[in-house]
């Protein structure tokens, strides 16, 4: 039998990969891992965490109008960029250490380098030129904004990956795209209080999410300030003297802005990994085709995370690596289980969605009862603020089963943690309702809409 320098090789030290070396180290197995930037990947270093806290930092101004109604004054406020910055970087760094350390501890042996594919068992460090052999080899290299190669002056605007490091807050933005980066980073920058103007080519931002959330959120968002222009794309973007960036926009309008961002979707890192000479195929968009297994179409190479495309979300990459391990170290073959996966989208005000939308389950089955409720949360009441939350079951009129779940509102992502327990176990409606509530709260709606307020079959709705 052959041996190699490593039982198991990553490229990536993203949430999936730094999880299977992690564990796999853990196991007792030789592990390699080698990172080009930081550890950690893009939720860590880019993405999630970073976000997360800009989102804590742009709530602020609500609070503060919030405050009066419960008797506070605040004085004066002023906000301060690189101080974010600063701090954001600081408890990266903090985070990253940790992800090493994890590592470290699981005698991970880590390359600072990049690292490609020579044959089924070679690897490559490109810093130092040295080859490694590996058993099995786990890809796990996630996947980068997309530069939208298409639109003139392109080089003139910025991704996610560069809003997380501005050397200053641009007093006015516009941000294109509908997705989950585009609005969330709206929300973010217009809470600092950047004019912000969204551009979405489609009728309704959040293509993949409930009508009514959509709408919802659309509405609450336009409330705040945000300019979302829908059905448009931006067809250009000059550079105007100064820096300032001048916007055109299919419908023959013009914004000036000092960023643009462009958020248009991920595209998977899987150029020059050496792929193609080893015979790892990989879709049209250039994604790692796998199988159900997360294996590639070569035996030892495997793939999860972003880089497959599969569900671009970090809980994901963790759950195939964890897959991974269980099916080539545990002698326990396992499928990613990709079904009813809880999502959250950090607007303002927040989303948290399980399951099926309206639109799919009335096609899924013959019939549904949709359970709904548009109320103001209490906290809402002494602010002044008429922000109203929706809170949204979708039951299988058959089998009874809540089928889907859509929050708009406070802690609409948490509860959508929560929700995706009972319903990954498949209870009825009934299980909610003879669940006892929890006063005074938001969430108690969900236990606490015992009629349907309407029902759709056959694609019909009956009031
Ligand atoms: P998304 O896929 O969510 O959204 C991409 C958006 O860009 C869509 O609105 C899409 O429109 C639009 N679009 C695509 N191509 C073009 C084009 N050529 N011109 C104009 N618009 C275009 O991608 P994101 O970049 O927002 O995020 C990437 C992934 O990262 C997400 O899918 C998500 O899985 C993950 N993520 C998760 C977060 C979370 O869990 N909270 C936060 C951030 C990211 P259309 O809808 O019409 O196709």
Excluded at 19 to 29: D, F, P, S, V
Excluded at 261 to 286: H, Y
Excluded at 330 to 340: G, Q, S, V, Y
Excluded at 421 to 428: D, E, H, S, Y
């Amino acid at each position: 039998m052959a041996t190699y320098d490593y039982d198991l090789f990553v490229i990536g030290g993203g949430s999936g990969g730094v999880r299977a070396g992690r564990l796999a180290g853990a196991m007792g197995k030789r592990v390699g891992l080698a990172e080009e930037y930081r550890m950690g990947g893009t939720c860590v270093i880019r993405g999630c965490v970073p976000k997360k806290l800009f989102v804590y930092a742009s709530q602020f101004q609500e609070h503060f109008d919030a405050a009066a109604g419960y008797g506070w004054t605040v004085g004066e406020t002023t906000f301060d960029w690189p101080t974010l910055i600063a701090n954001k970087d600081r408890e990266i760094t903090r985070l990253e250490g940790l992800y090493r350390k994890g590592l470290d501890n699981s005698e991970v042996e880590i390359f600072e380098s990049r690292a490609v594919l020579i044959d089924d068992h070679t690897i490559e460090i490109l810093k130092t030129g040295k080859r490694v052999t590996a058993d099995q080899i786990l890809i796990a290299v996630g996947g980068h904004p997309s530069p939208h190669p298409s639109l003139p002056g392109n080089e003139f605007c910025i991704s996610s990956n560069e809003a997380f490091h501005l050397d200053a807050l641009p007093k006015a933005i516009v941000i294109e795209g509908g997705g989950y980066i585009a609005v969330e980073f709206a929300n973010i920058f217009h809470g600092l209080g950047v004019d912000t103007t969204l551009v979405y080519r489609g009728k309704e931002i959040l293509s993949r999410f409930d009508q009514d959330l959509r709408h919802m959120l659309h509405a609450a968002m336009a409330e705040k300030g945000i300019h979302i222009r829908c059905t448009e794309i931006i067809t250009k973007v000059e550079r105007q003297e100064g820096g300032r960036k001048l916007v055109h926009l299919s419908s023959g309008d013009q914004i000036i802005a000092d960023q643009v961002m462009l958020a248009i979707g991920r595209v998977p890192n899987t150029k020059s990994l050496g792929l193609e000479a080893v015979g790892v195929d990989v879709d049209d968009l250039g994604a790692i085709k796998v199988d159900d297994y997360s294996r590639t179409s070569r035996e030892n190479i495997w793939a999860v995370g972003d880089v497959t495309n599969r569900v671009q979300l970090t809980p994901v990459a963790i759950h195939e690596a964890m897959c991974f391990l269980e099916t080539v170290f545990k002698n326990n073959p396992t499928k990613p289980d990709h079904e009813l996966i809880a999502t959250a989208v950090f607007s303002q005000p927040e989303i948290g969605t399980v399951g099926l939308t309206e639109q799919d389950a009335a096609q899924k089955f013959k019939g549904i009862d949709v359970y709904r409720a548009v109320f103001r949360p209490m906290r809402n009441t002494l602010s002044g603020s008429t922000e109203k939350m929706l809170i949204k079951l979708i039951v299988d009129a058959a089998s009874r089963k809540v089928v889907g779940a859509h929050i708009l509102g406070p802690d609409a992502g948490e509860m959508a943690q929560l929700l995706a327990i009972p319903m990954k176990a498949g209870c009825t409606k009934e299980d909610f309702d003879r669940t006892m509530a929890v006063h005074p709260t938001a969430a108690e709606e969900l236990v606490t809409m015992y009629k349907p307020s309407y029902r759709i079959v056959d694609g019909e709705r009956i009031d």
